[in-house]
């Protein structure tokens, strides 16, 4: 698949596939494309996935509703508000942490750069055409482009666990997203707050677990 300039309505919206998330130590990232496809995030044996539409964010135990300049909703039951300036500031609240950032474009590459805190945890995380890389939520991402998604792995302290392995897909045809509300869903995503727990041993993964990558 020919890939388009970037970016080109956003940073999510012109890759068919593109993003990690921070979900344990190492993990490697996965997204999936399609038409209304949702977007797809796997960190180890752990799956999440999104439809991003007009008005809403939904999936798993996520439940966002697009604000002017914000998001609000729900995240495991607690409360999610999400705010953004012009100038690419983020601040607000997910499930009880504390959430400051400034998402900058970079230049003269294409790419955007999120620094700042999410939680107690400084962040900075870097989202280029051939690659993810930095931390968020506690962990150090290290995703590459592969193919038509982002895929690596997530390092986290040890009382997150050992390194996983993650992969992102982004559908192509995403809804156009602005540059702060970019930054906002990749911090949410790669914070970890929004995947499922690991399942419990012995329980059969669901597809696409991290045994079985996506193509």
């Known amino acids: ?26 993990a490697a990232a996965e997204v999936t494309v399609s038409v209304r496809e949702p977007l ?3 960190v180890g044996e752990r799956r999440l996935q999104l439809q991003v ?3 809403s964010i939904s999936g798993g135990a996520l439940e966002l509703h697009r604000v002017q300049g914000g998001l609000r909703g729900t995240l495991k039951g ?9 100038d690419g500031s983020i601040s607000g609240q997910v499930a009880g942490a504390a959430v400051q950032l400034d998402a900058v474009r970079r230049s003269p590459q294409p790419g955007l ?13 870097s989202l280029t055409p051939t690659g993810i890389s930095g931390s968020m939520g ?4 290290s995703l590459p482009l592969a193919g038509n998604r982002y895929a690596g792995w997530r390092t986290c302290d ?6 996983a392995p993650v992969t992102l897909r982004i559908p192509e045809d995403i809804v156009p997203l602005g540059l702060s509300e970019e930054g906002a869903l990749l911090a949410l ?6 995947l499922p727990p690991a399942p419990s041993t012995g329980e059969t993964p669901g597809v696409g677990g991290a045994g079985t990558p996506s193509p």
């Open 189 to 194: 995503l790669l914070s970890d707050e929004a």
């Open 53 to 55: 539409g007009s008005q």
């Open 113 to 125: 750069v999120l620094r700042g805190w999410f939680g107690p945890d400084p962040a900075e995380l």
């Open 1 to 26: 698949m020919t890939q388009p300039a970037f970016p080109r309505r956003g940073l999510l919206a012109p890759l068919a596939v593109v993003l990690v998330l921070c979900l344990g130590p190492l």
């Open 40 to 42: 797809q995030l796997q």
């Open 138 to 141: 506690g962990c150090d991402y």
């Open 78 to 86: 607690q409360p999610v508000e999400l705010k953004w300036r012009e």
């Open 158 to 163: 040890v009382t997150r666990g050992p390194p």
